[in-house]
């Protein structure tokens, strides 16, 4: 079946350090991927998209890689603030339907 | 614009008690969905619409129902409460556009407890 495996563990980064975060893939072949941002108690807010024949994509101090060899996505957070603090989930969808496929998420905390 | 909805924000059920969860959106998007999230564990989708009168069964249909009569409403149906549906429940919709990779967009979630 399909999976999704984020890091579990919490991410504790110092604060203007780089926080990079890992989303691994099996038993699919997804067209594109995104990135969301979840703070406690609310709903998880869109992030970045990336397509299967990307293989980076930049906004502003976030940048998400794409290796479809191997499975894999990175998200990059540069010059990380204690406000990017917060549990990011990656999600895969396919290109002919209307679903996401969800990890977990990573727990990321910046400290000051 | 308030975007995606969702009452109430909190409930406490007892076992074999139905309610509704409201979702509500003025975004006028043709796709939504209904998601539980439990501790540690991804998104799982239970029931989705690509439209008014479309619905669908996700990952985790049993125990739910819903309705799409219009297009800004999409409510969640508990019939029969179980602790196992002790969860944050999400609705999130998505626009139809010349990219079927759009964003979906969430409310703020309703966490119910069934004791």
Same mark, same amino acid.
């Given at each position: 079946?399909?999976?999704?495996?984020?890091?579990?563990?919490?991410?504790?980064?110092?604060?203007?350090?780089?926080?990079?975060?890992?989303?691994?893939? %099996?038993?699919?072949? +997804? $067209?594109?991927?995104?990135? @969301?941002?979840?703070?406690? /108690?609310?709903?998880?807010?869109?992030? *970045?998209?990336?397509?299967?024949?990307?293989?980076?994509?930049?906004?502003?101090?976030?940048?998400?890689?794409?290796?479809?060899?191997?499975?894999?996505?990175?998200?990059?957070? %540069?010059?990380?603030? +204690? $406000?990017?603090?917060?549990? @990011?989930?990656?999600?895969? /969808?396919?290109?002919?339907?209307?679903? *996401?496929?969800?990890?977990?998420?990573?727990?990321?905390?910046?400290?000051? | 614009?308030?975007?995606?909805?969702?009452?109430?924000?909190?409930?406490?059920?007892?076992?074999?008690?139905?309610?509704?969860?409201?979702?509500?959106?003025?975004?006028?998007?043709?796709?939504?969905?209904?998601?539980?999230?439990?501790?540690?564990?991804?998104?799982?989708?239970?029931?989705?619409?690509?439209?008014?009168?479309?619905?669908?069964?996700?990952?985790?249909?049993?125990?739910?129902?819903?309705?799409?009569?219009?297009?800004?409403?999409?409510?969640?149906?508990?019939?029969?409460?179980?602790?196992?549906?002790?969860?944050?429940?999400?609705?999130?919709?998505?626009?139809?556009?010349?990219?079927?990779?759009?964003?979906?967009?969430?409310?703020?979630?309703?966490?119910?407890?069934?004791?």
């Amino acid at each position: 079946s399909q999976k999704i495996e984020q890091n579990s563990e919490a991410l504790n980064i110092q604060e203007g350090k780089t926080a990079t975060l890992t989303c691994n893939y %099996t038993n699919y072949s +997804p $067209a594109y991927l995104q990135w @969301y941002r979840q703070d406690p /108690g609310r709903g998880p807010v869109f992030l *970045l998209l990336i397509r299967e024949n990307e293989k980076e994509k930049r906004k502003e101090r976030l940048k998400v890689t794409f290796d479809t060899t191997l499975k894999q996505s990175l998200f990059h957070i %540069t010059a990380s603030q +204690p $406000a990017d603090s917060a549990t @990011y989930l990656c999600a895969l /969808g396919g290109d002919s339907n209307y679903q *996401l496929i969800w990890g977990a998420g990573t727990k990321l905390i910046i400290k000051p | 614009n308030a975007g995606v909805t969702q009452t109430p924000k909190f409930r406490i059920l007892k076992i074999g008690q139905s309610m509704t969860l409201q979702c509500a959106q003025d975004m006028n998007h043709n796709y939504m969905y209904w998601y539980r999230q439990d501790p540690g564990m991804g998104l799982k989708l239970i029931y989705y619409s690509v439209g008014a009168g479309i619905t669908d069964k996700g990952e985790v249909p049993n125990g739910y129902n819903v309705s799409r009569s219009t297009t800004e409403d999409f409510p969640l149906r508990l019939e029969l409460a179980a602790p196992s549906q002790t969860s944050v429940y999400f609705c999130a919709t998505r626009g139809y556009g010349a990219s079927s990779y759009n964003e979906q967009f969430f409310g703020p979630g309703t966490r119910l407890t069934v004791l």
